[in-house]
């Protein structure tokens, strides 16, 4: 019972949180001087119908005070409007459809990289404190700390092309459904770049939280009492040291976010950084809006059940 | 430099004399070996990024040679020329400098508003903490680079908009991380001793806690410049960095990603600066970790 008491109240202040980012946003991109949308209106005189021209007009509220925007603006997204695009004249959730599963595949698959990465090195860095195990995960998390996406992404697409003749453009990007292989192959480089930098941010946190839990007195009990090797390793350093890592994760879905926007520029893949930056460029001021609040949504719901794993990895936070 | 806590446990003899005895936060620093390295990395960093602003460099950073167009690396030009003879090294040290410009305006930004606003919602009423806290998590939950992208694209690339957008998306980690000791510090004897002698809050917070958390804060800035240097040039590097004739690093590697094959150095040369920066800030952090608090020293 009390477990889903706190289900609902994180679910209430997960609620809270998201509109809060849309005030931020719209704050953000509304109420600073050069308005966004009366500009990118303008541009748009010749391409829209006089009937999408209306409709925006009445979705931004043009002309109403600010308060009243915003909250036709709310009304709006609660009923799944997010607009129109002011320069393919689709509707917004129409491109949103498209790019979300592309950046959801990158994430996914860098997040699997990334843990791996960061888990299993910083086990490995953590259980020869000092070795040459350890430098080898002191080097990988300094390289991926501080090379950044844009850097290594640059440096991967120039190695690949000059040596492999790989270029990110040569064909269109292929769905998972479509062309499974292809699709891998597009998507696999991406993510590895992008996984190196969780995976030193996690490998550091594993790394630190395994070494405090094996120097606590309940590590040298069990080793005392004879626990093998194996189960000292995974059931009591490891499962002790989950919490950390968990919380590093979520936090590094931020990072990823950001990390997509760059990356789907440099692989070219049709996501949702890249459909960002386009409408940045553009001025397409109701896509802009609208991806943002969608990657602040994605990282603030992760987050969220993030939270809950807690109740399932740490058994202590099930007594409250 | 010591924080008091309650939490804090006894310290160790040689701790205390590491407190004693330091000679002032520099020698502090520099016993740490990751604190000495970021103290040489970031002070060549700055140097050079300060003649770059200032033009002292090898040669004109936008002058073109047509005569030494894709040169590679040697003794005249040690990054080599891109294809319109410049030399990239002189081309690295102005976008240095106005990556260090924009770095240091944006953690000014967020040092300042985040500090306050840590320093406030620990020590002040549950409400006005919940307050910040609440709005803190709203913010932080807008990816900090996302959140610099929108406000580019509502201001407008420019250095102080850049700047702007990088600082107000890292003030709530300094509110985050500046809160969490004045927390504890509230119950400490101290601050306790100040509130019966009865001094007034404005008085305990900035004489008796502000002091203490110095050498939080000042960690926290040195991750912070690390951060705003990714994070100019990102930014740039999407080409919504501060608009031409100013140089910057992001730029000169997204320019370079179509020459790099015939012109490694191109590439190179700037992404070296980056990371050295980078690695530089974070090894001071480190440093400045290890000399305000001395259970976390690495030896």
């Known amino acids: 019972m009390s477990a889903l008491l706190a289900v609902v109240r994180r679910t209430f202040s997960t609620l809270v949180t998201l509109w809060g980012v849309s005030v931020i946003i719209f704050i953000v991109l509304r109420l600073l001087p050069g308005n966004a949308v009366s500009a990118a209106m303008g541009v748009s005189e010749g391409l829209l119908t006089p009937g999408q021209i209306a409709a925006l007009n009445r979705y931004y509220g043009v002309g109403q005070p600010a308060v009243q925007q915003y909250l036709s603006w709310l009304h709006a997204l609660v009923t799944g409007n997010l607009g ?81 003749h790989y270029f990110p453009s040569s064909k269109p990007f292929a769905g998972v459904l479509t062309n499974p292989w292809l699709n891998f192959q597009q998507i696999i480089f991406p993510a590895l770049v992008l996984s190196l930098g969780i995976g030193a941010a996690i490998l550091r946190t594993t790394r630190a939280a395994v070494l405090e839990v094996s120097s606590l007195n309940f590590a040298r009990t069990a080793l005392g009492k004879g626990v093998s090797r194996r189960a000292f390793v995974w059931r009591h350093l490891f499962l002790n040291a989950l919490t950390a890592v968990t919380t590093m994760s979520g936090i590094q879905l931020g990072y990823l976010l950001g990390g997509t926007v760059i990356i789907e520029q440099i692989f070219i893949l049709p996501g949702m950084g890249r459909l960002l930056i386009t409408s940045i460029s553009n001025r397409d001021f109701p896509v802009v809006q609208s991806t943002v609040l969608i990657f602040a949504a994605g990282f603030v719901i992760v987050n969220m059940l993030v939270d809950l794993c807690y109740t399932l990895i740490d058994p202590r936070t099930r007594k409250q | 430099m010591i924080i008091d806590t309650a939490a804090t446990p006894p310290l160790k003899l040689e701790d205390l004399e590491l407190v004693t005895r330091h000679r002032g936060w520099v020698g502090a620093v520099w016993r740490s070996r990751n604190g000495r390295i970021g103290m040489i990395v970031v002070a060549l960093v700055v140097v050079a990024g300060i003649l770059g602003l ?245 030896r």
């Open chain 1, 84 to 164: 129109i695009s002011l320069v393919s004249r689709e509707a917004v959730s129409t491109l949103i459809g498209t790019a979300l599963p592309v950046t959801l595949e990158l994430a996914l698959f860098s997040m699997i990289i990334g843990v791996a990465i960061g888990v299993g090195f910083g086990m490995w860095s953590a259980l020869h404190p000092g070795r040459w195990q350890d430098d080898i995960g002191q080097a990988i998390s300094v390289i991926g700390l501080a090379i950044p996406v844009f850097i290594l992404g640059t440096v991967l697409v120039v190695f690949m092309s000059t040596h492999f």
């Open chain 2, 54 to 298: 200032a033009g002292v460099t090898p040669y004109g950073p936008a002058a073109q040679d047509p005569n030494a167009v894709l040169k590679g690396v040697s003794l005249s030009h040690l990054f080599g020329t891109d294809q319109f003879g410049r030399d990239v090294f002189s081309g690295a040290m102005q976008g240095l400098g106005v990556s260090l410009e924009i770095a240091a305006l944006s953690v000014l930004i967020a040092g300042v508003i985040g500090s306050l606003g840590g320093i406030i919602a620990g020590f002040l009423g549950k409400w006005t903490s919940a307050v910040i806290m609440r709005a803190t998590d709203m913010l932080f939950a807008i990816p900090t680079v996302l959140f610099a992208l929108a406000i580019v694209t509502a201001l407008g690339p420019s250095i102080v908009d850049s700047s702007i957008a990088i600082g107000v998306g890292w003030a709530p980690i300094f509110v985050r991380v500046v809160r969490s000791p004045v927390l504890a510090m509230r119950e400490s004897d101290f601050v306790k001793a100040g509130r019966v002698l009865g001094y007034s809050r404005w008085r305990l917070l900035f004489h008796h806690i502000l002091p203490n958390v110095t050498g939080v804060i000042a960690v926290q800035t040195s991750l912070a410049l690390a951060w705003a240097i990714l994070a100019e040039a990102s930014l740039s590097f999407l080409g919504l960095g501060p608009p031409p004739p100013i140089a910057s690093l992001g730029e000169m590697v997204s320019n370079s990603s179509s020459l790099a094959s015939i012109a490694w150095w191109t590439l190179a040369g700037p992404s070296l600066v980056i990371v050295v920066a980078v690695i530089g800030f974070n090894f001071l952090g480190d440093g400045l970790r290890d000399a305000s608090d001395p259970r976390t020293r690495t």
